[in-house]
């Protein structure tokens, strides 16, 4: 079945730890996302991608970085995690303009 | 300025009773599309309902359907007939294009409401 995954799915690490958030999806889908969202608030686009080697910045500051070596992969890296870092992160991938957006399951980050 | 406005931060409704849940929006471009989701404590994001602008007829899909008032810019989500497991965080989203990236598209979500099915 299609769809797309997010590992791991709770995460507990300490300051200065450099981590990776892996996102794979089964679609082919050329547009990937990752969102940032605090409990019980909004979703913030913090990168995107529209295709193998393209990466671009969302509308909220992040620290983090992105990568899109294969279609199916988009991973997103803190080199140095701080507490402020303590957040869901969640990933989604889009098939074709006007299509459905498919979202990932999550990553709890806590940095102690 | 707020493209996704969700006014009620938290609503109680009690079992089996109907519910609307409001979402206003704000967009200069004349092909867009609204999305409702469902996020229960576990945290994933579940799709519930879409409106494409140029749609004739609000989208309907089970229990859910989605009052699109195009004048008005507001697209609610009523929910027929609540269930206990209808308690969870309800997002409304709306796509709209990148500018800086010209074919490309993104989605903007509202704050949410936190709603609460009593028994």
């Known amino acids: 079945e299609a769809d797309i995954y997010q590992t791991p799915r709770y995460l507990v690490i300490g300051t200065g730890k450099k981590i990776t958030l892996e996102c794979s999806q089964t679609?082919?889908?050329?547009?990937m996302y990752w969102y940032q969202q605090d409990p019980g608030m909004e979703l913030h686009l913090i990168h995107y991608?529209?295709?193998?080697?393209?990466?671009e910045k969302g509308d909220l500051s992040s620290e983090s970085t992105v990568s899109r070596i294969r279609t199916e992969h988009f991973p997103l890296t803190l080199e140095s995690a701080r507490p402020s870092h303590t957040s869901q992160y969640l990933c989604?991938?889009?098939?074709?303009?006007?299509?459905?957006?498919?979202f990932g399951s999550g990553t709890r980050l806590t940095v102690v | 300025a707020q493209k996704i406005t969700q006014t009620q931060p938290g609503m109680f409704v009690q079992e089996k009773e109907a519910v609307t849940l409001d979402c206003t929006y704000d967009?200069?471009?004349?092909?867009?599309?609204l999305f409702w989701y469902k996020q229960p404590s576990s945290g994933e994001m579940i799709f519930l309902i879409y409106?494409?602008?140029?749609?004739?007829q609000n989208a309907t899909e089970g229990r859910y359907s989605l009052n699109f008032q195009k004048a008005r810019k507001s697209a609610n989500l009523v929910i027929s007939a609540s269930q206990l497991g209808d308690s969870a965080m309800y997002f409304c989203?709306?796509?709209?294009?990148?500018?800086?990236?010209?074919?490309?598209?993104?989605?903007?979500f509202g704050t949410g409401t936190r709603l609460t099915i009593i028994p």
């Open positions: 989604a991938s889009l098939g074709t303009a006007g299509g459905g957006y498919t």
């Open positions: 679609m082919g889908h050329d547009k």
């Open positions: 991608s529209y295709g193998v080697n393209s990466t």
């Open positions: 967009t200069s471009d004349p092909s867009y599309g």
């Open positions: 409106q494409g602008s140029y749609d004739q």
């Open positions: 989203a709306m796509r709209e294009a990148i500018i800086s990236n010209f074919g490309n598209e993104k989605l903007t």
